[in-house]
């Protein structure tokens, strides 16, 4: 059973049946967690690098900011039965138009409020697909802790 | 592989936007023109006025007394909206099936296009713009030359993808080095085609070439941020992925800071929804 987190979303499960997918990613990073060991992911859609920039916006929806996002999902997936020890996590997107540079480059500043979060937490990237102009979707199967990445324009990717 | 020539004549076999849409987009750029002379021209077309008021009636306005008059839709939704509707109606039915060469499926180019069309309108707003439902409709219809060329673009894929990646190319200066004609050179030509203004076909041709819009023009440089937003959010976003360039000139003539950007990034999520309504409640035959 395919379950799709849309943009600005999150979703965590430990249901056997679940894959977790996410489209269409841009600039925007998608985030997977996965503990083999309690059989329970997540997958976190944001689009942007800090709720400061609206504080009403990220309590309506704190799925659409990292510095909102990526504690929760952690949070849920600890609520589950998941440990940070035994979390493997999966990070794509972060795209940029040709380019385009420095505070405008969204896509970039979404990455790096992420290190920045995992660094503060001593949480490690276990994969990494990053940058570039290219378009990216990300599925991850609960039962297996599987994922596989698309890249525009090819097929879906185990990774 | 085709030539150019043949491609262009695959124009033919779209469906054109109506008159009374295309006459109507005229007279709204028109400061002289009435409502009431544009009541009657659109009463005049039954067809028009039976898909508008069936547009209305569904749970795009979410009203709940029933529209019964093009004036009454008017009263309601004001001018500029019931334009972008008609427009959107229209062209509806050329966005149907998925652009496989674009990695698009069924709906995705329109939704995109719908989505696209409605930043751009409020970006249009915030700069005080007048020419509210020709930017709408410029971003509405900027991709058509999509529709046509993903059959193209897929037998050539890999060769655009080396040009992309190995040579520093746009995705669409590769559709024109590969193919011979990229889609929105391709999308001028139905422009012109189903005769629309000079300007408004600039717009389509142009919407990747900001740098190239004249200097007290911004109707190209609002339709292009709205598709570079649109790009970041990565909605619409295909096989051609974001390799398209980018021109910080274009904020600056804009006055569009980063924080702008995000901010309007993050006030868009709401017109997702909008778009989901809008798609619908329009396209019917």
Redesign the interface.
Known sequence: MEVIIGVADMKVSNDFEAVLITYSLGSCIGLGIYDSVAKVGGLLHYMLPESSLDSSKAKQNPFMFADTGIPLLFKEAYKLGAKKHSIRTIVVGGSQILDQKGFFNIGERNFTALRKIFWRNNVMISYQHVGGNVNRTIKLEIKSGQTWLKISGSEYQKI | MKSVENIINEIERLKPISYTCNKIIEMTKNPDSSINELVDIITYDQGATANILRACNSTYLGLSRKITSIKHAIAFMGLDRLVNLIVVDSAAANFRGGQTGY?LTEGELWKYSVFSALIAQNLAEKNQQKNISFIFTSALLKDIGKVILHTYVNES?NEI?FMVKEKGL?FIEAEKEVIGIDHAELGARVAAKWNFSPDMVNVIKNHHFPELAPPDDLSIPVVYLAD?IC?????G????????????DI?DKLHFS??D???T??DS?EK?KDVEKLVNSTGGD
């Open positions: 990695d894929f993808a746009t570079s790009m970041m959010m990565g909605i976003v295909g096989s051609d992925g974001l390799a398209y360039r980018y021109h910080q904020m980063n924080i950007v995000q901010k990034i993050a999520l997702l």
